[in-house]
């Protein structure tokens, strides 16, 4: 069950309305990267998790991330203003003008519908952690080329919020990863001879000895920070 709660995570506003910058937001909203992939990905993979603590993980950062989304739409509103007027947008798509009624539609900047295309359920713990490790990341990337784009303090503040949150997602992935880095795939890793060759196929140059793998695993950021101190 799932219940929706009208405040937002956090108060969302703007300066002042920008139109073709709520085109570049819309990348969060309906992109390959954004909040709606997030949120999908992390749900249905959790359908058939046995593991409580994981399944509850999957479940909990799933549903922030369609918070997330509320507030992506909430400054993709803001931006837009009230007034339909396909001129004020250079570039980008042009639908929530012509089509939409200023709606923040579930296309990406360039106007391509979103697409369960975008979502990674392999049904292996291992595989979806890392997968989910690297949607994270590649949010954060995004997040950070919209901010540089915009000088707007309120939009900042809503990104940075956005971007730390997807920062603390990344590290909790991270630490379930290490909980079951032992299990599904990662069990097989490095077993054979042929794991543990380095072809050596672009010249000049060998900047790599051949590997020796192992189960992949992340430090937990508060050891990290507990090494800083000592």
Same mark, same amino acid.
């Given at each position: 069950m799932f219940k929706h709660e009208k405040q937002l995570l956090q108060e969302v506003k703007v300066e002042r309305p920008n139109p073709q910058y709520a085109i570049l937001m819309q990348e969060q909203l309906g992109g390959g990267n954004g909040e709606l992939k997030a949120a999908l990905q992390y749900i249905a993979q959790s359908f058939r998790v046995k593991d409580p603590a994981i399944k509850d993980l999957f479940l909990d950062i799933g549903a922030e991330e369609l918070s997330h989304m509320e507030m992506v739409s909430q400054t993709i509103n803001l931006l837009n203003g009230h007034d339909v007027d396909y001129k004020t947008v250079?570039?980008?798509e042009i639908e929530s003008h012509v089509l939409a009624g200023l709606s923040p539609v579930l296309v990406n900047s360039s106007g391509a519908p979103w697409t369960a295309n975008y979502v990674t359920v392999t049904g292996d713990l291992c595989a979806?952690? @890392? &997968?989910? $490790?690297? &949607?994270? *990341? +590649?949010?954060?990337?995004? =997040?950070?080329? @919209? =901010? +540089? *784009? $915009? *000088?707007d303090k309120e939009v900042r503040r809503t990104i940075d919020f956005l971007l730390n949150r997807e920062e603390a997602h990344n590290a909790l992935f991270r630490e379930a990863l290490n909980r079951v880095s032992n299990s599904g795939s990662n069990k097989d890793f490095g077993v054979t001879q042929d794991s543990r060759l380095y072809f050596d196929l672009s010249t000049p140059g060998k900047y790599f000895e051949a590997p020796n793998p192992t189960p992949v695993a992340f430090e937990s950021p508060r050891r990290q920070e507990e090494l800083v101190k000592q």
């Amino acid at each position: 069950m799932f219940k929706h709660e009208k405040q937002l995570l956090q108060e969302v506003k703007v300066e002042r309305p920008n139109p073709q910058y709520a085109i570049l937001m819309q990348e969060q909203l309906g992109g390959g990267n954004g909040e709606l992939k997030a949120a999908l990905q992390y749900i249905a993979q959790s359908f058939r998790v046995k593991d409580p603590a994981i399944k509850d993980l999957f479940l909990d950062i799933g549903a922030e991330e369609l918070s997330h989304m509320e507030m992506v739409s909430q400054t993709i509103n803001l931006l837009n203003g009230h007034d339909v007027d396909y001129k004020t947008v250079d570039v980008g798509e042009i639908e929530s003008h012509v089509l939409a009624g200023l709606s923040p539609v579930l296309v990406n900047s360039s106007g391509a519908p979103w697409t369960a295309n975008y979502v990674t359920v392999t049904g292996d713990l291992c595989a979806d952690l @890392l &997968s989910n $490790i690297a &949607s994270e *990341q +590649r949010a954060k990337v995004v =997040y950070e080329y @919209l =901010y +540089r *784009q $915009i *000088q707007d303090k309120e939009v900042r503040r809503t990104i940075d919020f956005l971007l730390n949150r997807e920062e603390a997602h990344n590290a909790l992935f991270r630490e379930a990863l290490n909980r079951v880095s032992n299990s599904g795939s990662n069990k097989d890793f490095g077993v054979t001879q042929d794991s543990r060759l380095y072809f050596d196929l672009s010249t000049p140059g060998k900047y790599f000895e051949a590997p020796n793998p192992t189960p992949v695993a992340f430090e937990s950021p508060r050891r990290q920070e507990e090494l800083v101190k000592q």
